[in-house]
């Protein structure tokens, strides 16, 4: 497969005061609808990753942020289409900004404990292990 056929994505965590993480659902009508996820989206031709996560979480959120570090990246097969994501570190540019709904079906802050209590796709499956075993050793490197 080429780099052509891959869709480059980008997913952000965010965490709050309290060390919740912000997940999105998504819209039931789009690929995986219904599913949870973390927010983020597709990187357009012109964007680098960092650029592509902060517009996206502006038009879905209504959020302005810092994008930090690289946290995890993979390569995933779903029948038809591979993705390649990219998970990046990311905070508020101000705590007090206010989370909108936008162009996701719903949104809620979670403690990295909770994550498998939803239904995220099975791209983000190694990632949430990951986010749940740097709990418990928080000094942990990618």
């Not at 390649?84 to 719903?106: G, M």
């Amino acid at each position: 497969m080429t780099q052509m056929n891959i869709i480059q994505v980008v997913a952000a965590v965010i965490r709050n005061e309290q060390n919740r993480i912000l997940i999105t659902k998504r819209p039931a009508n789009s690929h995986l609808g219904g599913l949870w996820e973390f927010p983020g989206g597709k990187i357009d031709a012109d964007e680098t990753p960092k650029q592509a996560l902060r517009r996206e979480l502006k038009e879905e959120l209504d959020i302005l942020t810092v994008v930090r570090r690289l946290l995890w990246q993979e390569t995933f097969q779903y029948p038809g289409k591979t993705i390649h994501i990219r998970f990046f570190e990311c905070q508020l540019k101000d705590s007090t900004q206010k989370v909108s709904a936008l162009q996701v079906a719903d949104f809620k802050w979670v403690r990295p404990e909770d994550l498998s209590k939803f239904d995220f796709p099975p791209a983000d499956a190694a990632f949430i292990e990951f986010l749940r075993s740097e709990q418990k050793t928080p000094h942990l490197n990618p």
